[in-house]
């Protein structure tokens, strides 16, 4: 069951690896479809929109920010299973490129000529076809557990997010 939408290919490829499971992880349209995906098309049922943070989002009134720090906001449903998380800064290759910086390392390191190179190929139809990507992210995969950073909180939250489903707890949650 796909149980997270993202909004893009490489989105859909980190967060499948990063949560050791493809299967789960939808890809949709755009952010606007991964919000909606989320608040309209799951009515109610558990799911996970995991968006970047580079416009004003739109997120539904009935969705309350539950957790925040310089990189991630987490928004759950105020009745609902549902969870938003906005990813930044600003866009997914931003993000992933604030943890190369924290490692002392750059996307030029894996043979691209720079950033924007990066960002292209990441908006590509499969960027996990281009081996200086799979390299790019695997780096991440294999280092992130290392240390306390952005990525590692965030995957300790959507396991338990994923694990606890309808027994998701508040308290828990923010004590994680």
Known sequence: MKLVGVECWADKY??????????????????????????????????????????????????????????????????????????????????????????????EDFGFVNFVEFMKQSKSLKPENDERFKDVISFVIENFHRSENHIFKLKIHLEYILEKKYQFNIEEFQNI
Do not use: M
């Not at 606007?32 to 049922?45: E, L, N, T, Y």
């Open 14 to 107: 980190f967060f499948g690896r990063l949560l050791n499971d493809k299967n789960i992880i939808r890809k949709e349209s755009g952010d606007d479809a991964v919000i909606d995906g989320v608040a309209i098309r799951s009515k109610g049922s558990f799911s996970v929109g995991i968006v970047d943070v580079d416009k004003d989002k739109k997120i539904p009134k009935d969705f309350t920010k539950i957790c925040e720090n310089e990189n991630t906001q987490i928004f759950k449903h105020n009745e609902n299973c549902q969870f938003i998380i906005l990813i930044g800064p600003r866009q997914f290759e931003h993000w992933i490129n604030e943890y190369l910086k924290i490692k002392n390392s750059s996307v």
